[in-house]
């Protein structure tokens, strides 16, 4: 089984609402990952998280709030987003090694109102 | 540092053509290379990889061969389909941590 499950599939909120996306595998992987994609453009990629810890964060605003709970779960905490922040958010997770394969979710489509 | 380049786009081919998009790496050390598919309003999708000079991946009658020498991964297929059309994004990782460099990918329409 290579699935990454994300939910929700859309989300809609408006910039003074605090929302959370999910996403889970049980590939047994320990590194998991969030990347946002704009439109025509490739994955960005924002935290990644190995065993459990983040190990990076590539200069994400603050309104972004990353949660690994366990190894299976990876949330993405969202608060006071912009419009701009509107975007396809996709999760993928990998074995801990820099060269395994990431497997990625169906991505949540976030609109900020 | 470590960058990928690929063919701009869009590439609109006919039922049964022949596909090539280009795909060239810059890396330190000895990266794996990987070609993923993106559906519309769909997440990345693993089509094929490669791990080591001269490795060839496959699935689905797309190809790509890992050139050391010509630091490339080409993407290839023999005769396309309407399905095939979807966005290709050509992907490195290196052995220094756990990130993926995407090129800016190619969007494809084949038309019947």
């Known amino acids: 089984d290579t699935e990454v499950t994300q939910t929700p599939k859309h989300l809609v909120m408006g910039m003074t609402n605090k929302k959370s996306l999910k996403c889970e595998q049980h590939?047994?992987?320990?590194?998991m990952y969030w990347y946002k994609q704009k439109a025509k453009k490739p994955p960005e990629l924002m935290f990644v998280?190995?065993?459990?810890?983040?190990?990076i964060n590539e200069s994400v605003p603050s309104r972004f709030s990353p949660e690994c709970p366990n190894s299976s779960l990876l949330n993405l905490h969202l608060h006071a987003l912009q419009p701009e922040d509107s975007a396809l958010y996709l999760c993928?997770?990998?074995?801990?090694?820099?060269?395994?394969?990431?497997?990625f979710g169906p991505g949540t489509r976030l609109t900020v109102l | 540092g470590n960058s990928v380049t690929q063919m701009e786009g869009p590439v609109t081919l006919s039922e049964e053509a022949f596909l090539t998009i280009n795909c060239t790496y810059t890396?330190?050390?000895?990266?794996?290379l990987f070609w993923y598919v993106q559906y519309p309003g769909e997440g990345l999708q693993l089509l094929l990889k490669a791990t080591k000079a001269d490795d060839k991946g496959s699935n689905k009658g797309f190809e790509a061969t890992y050139r050391k020498e010509t630091t490339s991964f080409h993407l290839e297929k023999g005769s396309v389909q309407v399905s095939d059309s979807a966005v290709y994004f050509c992907a490195l990782s290196d052995n220094t941590g756990n990130q993926f460099y995407f090129g800016t990918g190619t969007s494809l329409t084949v038309i019947p």
């Open positions: 590939m047994g992987h320990r590194a």
């Open positions: 993928a997770s990998s074995q801990v090694s820099s060269t395994d394969t990431q497997y």
């Open positions: 890396a330190t050390g000895y990266p794996s």
């Open positions: 998280y190995s065993y459990e810890k983040l190990s």
